[in-house]
């Protein structure tokens, strides 16, 4: 089956800064991407998603880029805000239904 | 829309006791899936079910644990008996279905603690 690792699983940047987290994985059918972002009490809700037929997607602050060949893809987020602190996973499926995530990326971020 | 909707929000119960969680998915989705998270583990997938039919329950941790979909706005997980280490916040998600659009719309949890 697949296998989602992500990195790191804490990242603490400055406001206003960059951050990147990223995730490899180890089936070459996985054809869909997507990042959720999970809020203390809350359950995970997605932010971005990409498909294995794009490279890039970006949307405002949050960008998400995919390597096919290496298997792997990043979440960024530019000019980070406190209020992007929060839990952040990836996922690949290749049916729309079978969902794998990573284990998680805690954001802070220092006002 | 009122998204997916669980309860209870929280339990609290005694090892041995019977635990049943509930989930109402978004009406029109026909795939609903329940989740465990854990700090250990993270996101595991326990079962998910598609037009109300179990499609994958191999992540089903054991006999102990149970999950039905009698129609298409209700399911329940149900763990009997309970223990400890069944401890965890469990989320129910409910999705389209279609392969084109593949997003899982999360409830907001279902917190289980087993003393």
């Known amino acids: 089956g697949e296998n989602v690792e992500q990195h790191p699983s804490t990242l603490s940047v400055q406001e206003g800064d960059s951050a990147v987290i990223k995730c490899t994985y180890s089936?070459?059918?996985?054809?869909?991407f997507p990042w959720y972002k999970q809020e203390l009490g809350k359950g995970p809700q997605l932010i971005i998603d990409?498909?294995?037929?794009?490279g890039e997607k970006k949307d405002q602050r949050i960008a998400v880029t995919l390597n096919k060949t290496a298997k792997h893809f990043s979440l960024h987020i530019t000019e980070t805000q406190p209020e992007d602190s929060a839990v952040y996973f990836c996922?690949?499926?290749?049916?729309?239904?079978?969902?794998?995530f990573g284990t998680g990326t805690s954001l802070t971020v220092i006002p | 829309d009122a998204g997916v909707i669980q309860s209870p929000r929280h339990e609290v119960t005694e090892m041995g006791q019977e635990v049943t969680l509930r989930c109402k998915p978004i009406s029109g989705h026909n795939s609903l899936f329940w989740y465990r998270q854990t700090m250990m583990r993270g996101l595991e997938l326990l079962i998910y079910f598609n037009n109300n039919v179990p499609i994958d329950d191999s992540g089903m941790p054991e006999d102990r644990f149970s999950a039905k979909m009698p129609n298409a706005s209700f399911s329940t997980l149900k763990i009997q008996p309970s223990e400890p280490r069944d401890s965890a916040v469990y989320f129910c998600a409910s999705s389209p279905g279609d392969r084109n659009t593949g997003e899982l719309f999360f409830g907001e949890g279902s917190r289980l603690t087993v003393l």
């Open positions: 089936d070459s059918a996985s054809n869909y």
């Open positions: 996922a690949a499926s290749n049916t729309g239904n079978q969902f794998y």
């Open positions: 990409i498909r294995s037929n794009v």
